[in-house]
C-alpha cells in the first residue's frame, strides 16, 4: 500500500463500509486517515456500541463519523439511537444521502409518543434518497413528510400503523417503484394509487380482514397477504401475482382481464367459491399456476370445493406450463364426473410439470385415474410429483390407495416420483 499513490489507496478504502473497520483506519496512518472523507457507504452493525468507552453517546460517534465524509450516499444503522441523534446526522449528510436504512426499534418504547423530534419526522431532512427502509416501526401519527420525488423504494419491515399514517407516507413518496410493507398491524383499510409502481409486496397481520385496492397501471409484480376484499384495477403489465390469507376469509377480489399473467398463485385456509372461480377466469392465459386453498364457503361454514370439470379446466388455461395443486382442488378435479367430457382429440399442450398433494384416501379411484389422465393427455409433461400429506384414515383404504399411488410410480418412474 505504501508504494501506490494516494489516489489509489483512496479508491481502495473507499470500498470500506463496517464502521468499525473505518474508525481502525483512522488509526493507521495519516496517509489512510485522509482517505476517509471518500467513504461514499457506512454500516453501524446492532452491537457496535456494547462495550463503548469513554464520554461520547453512541449518537455523537457516529456524528463524528460521518461528518468527516464529504458526500455519504449510504448509511445502514441498526444499532440504537434516538430521534435527537437522526435529527443531527441528516443535518449534515441529508442533501447527499441516496440510501437510508434504519433499525428503529421503537415498537415497544415508552414514551416514544413524547419524543420530540420523532425519528419519522427527521427523515424528511434527507430529500434525496432514492431508497429506504425501515425496520419495527410505530406509526401511529402521520409524519410530518414534504415529497420525497425522488424515492423510488420504500421497505417497511415489522410495523404498528393507523390507516391516516400510511396513507400520508405513501403519499409523500409519489413515485415509487418498489414497495414492500411486510410484517404490519392495525391496517384495515388501504389505497395505493401510484403511478410508475411495479413491484409491491403487502404482508398484514392480524384477523385477515383487511380491505386492499390498487390503482398502478404499471404494476408488474404484486402479493397480497391478509386481506378479505381486494379490488386492483389496471392490470394491463401485471405478470405475477400472488393472494394469500392465512388468517381470515378471501370474501371478494376484483381485477380487470389478466392479459399479461404469467404465475398466478392463491393460498389460504378458506376462499368464497366465487372468488376462486373469478381468478381462474381472468387467469386464463397463466403459464405457472400455486392453488393451495383448504375449503370454500361465504361464512363460518367451511365447504369442499364443487366439482371442476378436468377437460374444461385445461381447455380454458391452455398456456398452462406448471401446476402446483394441493389436496381441495385436486379433490374437485377427481369428481364423478369431471372426466366425462375425455375425447380422443383432447391433449393439454403445454404443461411441463405437476405437483400434486393427497391428503385423504377418499375416491381413490377418481383420483388415480385423474392422475392417469394428466400422465395420458399432458403430451409435454416431463416432472410429476405426488405428496403424500398426513393423510388419515382408520381404514385399510389409505394404505390401498398408497399402494396404488406406488404402482402407478413404479410404471412411470421416469416422470413420477413419490415425495
Not at 13 to 39: E, G, T
Not at 347 to 365: F, G, H, Q
Amino acid at each position: 500500500m505504501e508504494s501506490l499513490p494516494d489516489a489509489i489507496v483512496q479508491y481502495i478504502l473507499s470500498y470500506m463500509n463496517n464502521a468499525r473497520d473505518v474508525a481502525l483506519c483512522n488509526c493507521v496512518s495519516k496517509r489512510w486517515k485522509d482517505s476517509i472523507p471518500y467513504i461514499r457507504s457506512l454500516i453501524f452493525p446492532r452491537g457496535s456500541f456494547d462495550n463503548l468507552t469513554g464520554s461520547d453517546t453512541p449518537d455523537e460517534i457516529v456524528l463524528k463519523m460521518i461528518s468527516l465524509i464529504e458526500r455519504l450516499e449510504s448509511l445502514v444503522v441498526y444499532s440504537p439511537f434516538s430521534g435527537a441523534g437522526l435529527a443531527s446526522w441528516l443535518t449534515v449528510i441529508g442533501p447527499s444521502l441516496r440510501y437510508l436504512e434504519l433499525r428503529m426499534d421503537n415498537l415497544g418504547e415508552q414514551g416514544i409518543f413524547n419524543e420530540c423530534p420523532s425519528k419519522l419526522d427527521c427523515l424528511t431532512a434527507a430529500k434525496s434518497l432514492e431508497s429506504l427502509k425501515l425496520w419495527g416501526v410505530l406509526m401511529t401519527c402521520s409524519p410530518k413528510w414534504d415529497i420525497f420525488e425522488k424515492l423510488k423504494n420504500l421497505e417497511i419491515v415489522g410495523a404498528r400503523v393507523e390507516d391516516p399514517a400510511l396513507s400520508t407516507v405513501l403519499r409523500a413518496c409519489p413515485n415509487l417503484t418498489k414497495l414492500l410493507l411486510l410484517g404490519v398491524d392495525g391496517v384495515v383499510a388501504v389505497s395505493i394509487e401510484l403511478p410508475l409502481l411495479e413491484q409491491c409486496k403487502l404482508d398484514f397481520y392480524g384477523l385477515g380482514n383487511c380491505s386492499f385496492s390498487m390503482n398502478c397501471p404499471k404494476i408488474e409484480v404484486l402479493e397480497v397477504q391478509g386481506c378479505s376484499w381486494i379490488r386492483v384495477q389496471k392490470t394491463t403489465h401485471l405478470r405475477n401475482l400472488s393472494i394469500a390469507n392465512t388468517a381470515g376469509r378471501v370474501y371478494m377480489v376484483d381485477f380487470d382481464k389478466l392479459v399479461a399473467l404469467e404465475s398466478l398463485s392463491i393460498r389460504g385456509v378458506q376462499w368464497c367459491w366465487g372468488a376462486i372461480s373469478s381468478m381462474l377466469q381472468w387467469a386464463s392465459e397463466v403459464k405457472h399456476l400455486f392453488m393451495k386453498v383448504e375449503f370454500t364457503g361465504d361464512f363460518e361454514t367451511l365447504h369442499p370445493f364443487p366439482e371442476v370439470d378436468f377437460v374444461d379446466f385445461f381447455n380454458n388455461h391452455p398456456r398452462l406450463q406448471s401446476f402446483d395443486i394441493h389436496g381441495a382442488m385436486f379433490a374437485a378435479l377427481c369428481q364423478k364426473n369431471s372426466l366425462k367430457n375425455v375425447d380422443s382429440e383432447f391433449v393439454i399442450p403445454c404443461l411441463e410439470e405437476v405437483v400434486i398433494t393427497v391428503r385423504s384416501p377418499l375416491n381413490a379411484e377418481q383420483k388415480m385415474s385423474t392422475l392417469e389422465s394428466l400422465l395420458k393427455y399432458g403430451k409435454n409433461l416431463k416432472s410429476m410429483v405426488i405428496k403424500v400429506l398426513q393423510m388419515k384414515s382408520n381404514h385399510s383404504s389409505a394404505d390401498d390407495f398408497f399402494d396404488e399411488i406406488c404402482r402407478f410410480t413404479c410404471m412411470n418412474r421416469k416422470i413420477v416420483r413419490i415425495e
